[in-house]
């Protein structure tokens, strides 16, 4: 097969832009509903407070203004209220309803209590249930619950403001708000909650002055900090104009500092506080630790590297404008290096332009809404993640950096995937070869791309598939009794099909005047494949792409065809050379069947990605598949608004109906020739299936794992 890659491509046009903010980490989650009290139901309420043993101390002057600060809140029935495990960032008192207690242990869920009115949740009598900030038990309404629920913020500054100094409960209380502080803070919002509670107890707190610098410009830095209270000014120094100037302000839960620490280089930007503010300071060491552990949060870090950064393009770059079937620009990058390709649309080349080391991607981010009104920056982020996959563009990085962002801890069953997937895909390449094929091409390799000659082809394969169909009974006849030596003689005849077939690839790709950037051999899922490295058709057309993909099943079907044509020549005088001609024809037309097999990254695919006119066509329709088949399945409408990948798949069971009655076809004939009383048997007729279902599950392996694939990334969501 051609190493002919799907041209990378995940940018995007105005037509078909996400938000990516939906559905993400960054969207509000809505438990259950608050309102606000009414003043006459303030009276109530203190005198289910007072059946809270540790609220029943307090005055009236007390719990009035405490009573003041909740919110009500109602839970259906079934509703979880809290969950063991979570961050505590509030308490609750039950004004009617029940609800259950659940502790979960390893081997069994224990019901600790049923709690109804005037119980609290995360609290006992002489202070927090919990001394380390995260939820002990689940509780679930049995009922309808109304409760009143206080948060942990609230709670701890109606303890300073009226000076109630319980050192054990103000120390809890800190601890709770830090954790709960970690857990907004988007860089950590994945993390577990023991997670938390640790980086909770080894991080400082810390109070500046306001008109304070934390760092200045230009300095290194080992530590980066999260907001607990305050504001602060971030303040960027023009290098030519000395101009000082801010650029934003920043906010409780905001953290900053970390693009410093996660690149190793200076800062580039100072920070001053606006107010006097709290600050929990975390160590170069601690934020590492972290990231090493949790690939959420080492994702997310990379994200704000490269939201901080100003990506350059890199060195031998090329681009080449074009335009689709259905009228839209797209532009192609070539890395002359990589040797690798980009395919980028319009919006693509408008950020692409804007990659020169003078923007952020924050900046870059504001121009597209001002040029396009898209507003997500996971757009400008998720495009230059790929191009610096890619090598197209450049970001400064150390190497201890890089290690943390590239390589994030990954849970064992998703190493074991990644191992298996490539285990299945291996491969040996050697470069540097258009030369040598230049040279083959222009002394003699042009004459098979002449008139003559092509008609001369295609009577082959047409008279070959007569002569194949006419073979089949005496040469598996012969066959059984063929000298081992003269079947031995299959071996050298399939290697040189097999360099032939990449050599149709290469010298077609030569006729269209592109370079071939080199040839390997290699492992691809179940068995040896060679490829010639043909992905400079990118900058051809697809009608001269599908010619040089459909290039090796060509000369395979000619070979095999002049093979079937010598066999049938040949099969009176030399019936076991017959039979061994017809048997290397059979590898090769199962070859050529193989390679149109649409769910594999071979030739049948990339022709119909290019007969479609869309890269990406598998990981596309598979997406469709998962995510939007089952909810149009039953609007035409909806089905037509996918309609290359609705055909895809429709060719994808085409492939399979086709490959079992194949495979069943050529069984019986083989059995009714080697083993003729086996097929007269009743086991034989269930038998005869288990080949060609072997078959459908080869064939079908590869889709299967990508839309398995696709589930995951889906319920992650």
């Known amino acids: 097969m051609p190493c002919f890659p799907p041209l990378t491509s995940t940018d995007y046009t105005p037509r078909d832009i996400k938000i990516f903010f939906k559905n993400s980490r960054f969207q509000t989650r809505g438990v259950y509903n608050r309102k606000e009290f009414r003043l006459s139901a303030l009276k109530d309420h203190v005198q289910i407070l007072k059946k809270v043993p540790f609220f029943a101390a307090f005055e009236d002057s007390l719990l009035y203004p405490l009573v003041k600060l909740m919110t009500e809140a109602t839970y259906k029935e079934g509703n979880h209220i809290v969950k063991q495990g979570d961050v505590i960032d509030s308490i609750f008192i039950i004004v009617s309803g029940v609800a259950e207690v659940i502790k979960k242990s390893s081997y069994k869920n224990i019901q600790i209590k049923t709690l109804g009115s005037g ?12 001394k380390t900030g995260l939820r002990t ?10 409760l009143l629920s206080l948060s942990i913020t609230a709670l701890d500054n109606f303890f300073k403001k009226y000076a109630l100094n319980d050192e054990e ?27 938390i509670h640790t980086l909770a107890k080894e991080i400082e707190l810390t109070e500046v002055l306001e008109n304070t610098f934390i760092f200045r410009q230009g300095e290194f830095g080992d530590k980066c900090y999260l907001i607990y209270s305050g504001e602060l000014e971030v303040i960027v120094q023009d290098d030519i104009s000395q ?34 503010c709290q600050l929990l300071v975390i160590r170069r060491e601690q934020l590492q630790n972290i990231l090493e552990q949790h690939s959420d949060a080492a994702e997310y870090a990379s994200y704000l590297v490269v939201m901080h950064s100003r990506p350059s393009h890199a060195k031998n770059i090329s681009f080449y404008h074009r335009q689709t079937s259905d009228g839209e620009e797209i532009t192609i990058l070539k890395n002359h290096d990589e040797g690798s390709y980009y ?9 692409w332009q804007l990659l020169d080391s003078n923007h952020t991607l924050q900046e870059i981010s504001d121009a597209l809404f001002e040029e396009f009104l898209l507003t997500s920056p996971e757009i400008v982020t998720e495009l230059v993640t790929n191009l610096v996959v890619g090598k197209f563009v450049h970001i400064p990085l150390k190497a201890e950096a890089r290690t943390v962002l590239e390589n994030p801890a990954l849970p064992l069953w998703q190493r074991s995937v990644s191992w298996i997937s490539n285990l299945m895909d291996l491969d040996f390449r050697v470069a540097r070869t258009d030369a040598f094929i230049t040279k083959v091409y222009k002394k003699c390799g042009y004459i098979f791309y002449s008139r003559p000659i092509q008609l001369l082809l295609l009577a082959c394969i047409f008279l070959g598939v007569y002569a194949f169909s006419v073979l089949i009974q005496p040469a598996l006849a012969n066959f059984k009794t063929a000298s081992p030596w003269l079947i031995a003689t299959y071996i050298p005849l399939t290697l040189f099909s097999i360099v032939l077939h990449e050599f149709a690839h290469a010298l077609t790709t030569k006729a269209f005047g592109f370079e071939v950037q080199g040839f390997g051999f290699g492992w691809y899922w179940f068995g040896p494949v060679a490829f010639a490295d043909t992905s400079d058709m990118w900058l051809g057309t697809r009608k001269q792409r599908i010619f040089v993909n459909a290039a090796g099943m060509y000369i395979d079907a000619v070979f095999a065809g002049f093979a079937c044509i010598v066999g049938v020549l ?41 007969i479609l006119d869309k890269p990406n066509l598998r990981s596309d329709a598979v997406v469709w598949l998962v995510e939007v088949f089952p909810k149009t399945w039953n609007s035409w409408s909806g089905l037509l608004k996918h309609k290359k990948e609705l055909i895809y798949f429709v060719i994808c069971l085409s492939f399979f109906v086709l490959s079992l009655l194949l495979t069943l076809f050529l069984q019986d004939n083989v059995m009714n020739v080697f083993f003729p009383h086996v097929t007269k048997t009743s086991f034989y007729s269930y038998f005869r299936w288990f080949l060609p279902f072997l078959t459908i599950i080869f064939f079908g392996m590869s889709i299967w794992v990508e839309i398995n694939r696709q589930h995951i990334r889906s319920r992650t969501k």
């Open 243 to 276: 101009e000082m100037r801010v650029v934003a302000v920043l906010e409780p839960p905001m953290v900053f500092g970390e693009t410093s620490l996660l690149t190793q280089s200076p800062r580039n930007a100072s920070v001053k506080t606006k107010t006097v």
């Open 137 to 146: 038990a689940t509780v679930t309404a049995l009922s309808d619950v109304h």
């Open 343 to 351: 395919r980028l649309s319009k919006v693509g080349w408008y950020i």
């Open 119 to 130: 119980d609290s949740i995360g609290l006992a009598d002489g202070g927090f249930f919990s």
């Open 570 to 610: 040949c099969v009176s005088a030399y019936p076991h050379l017959a039979s061994v001609l017809w048997v290397f024809a059979l590898f090769n037309y199962v070859g050529v069947f193989k390679n149109l097999d649409p769910t594999l990254s071979f030739d049948g695919y990339y022709i119909l990605m290019d």
């Open 169 to 195: 409960i103000l120390k809890t209380s800190e601890l709770m708000l830090k954790m709960e502080l970690i857990k907004r803070t988007t860089l950590f919002t994945d993390l577990a909650g023991l997670d």
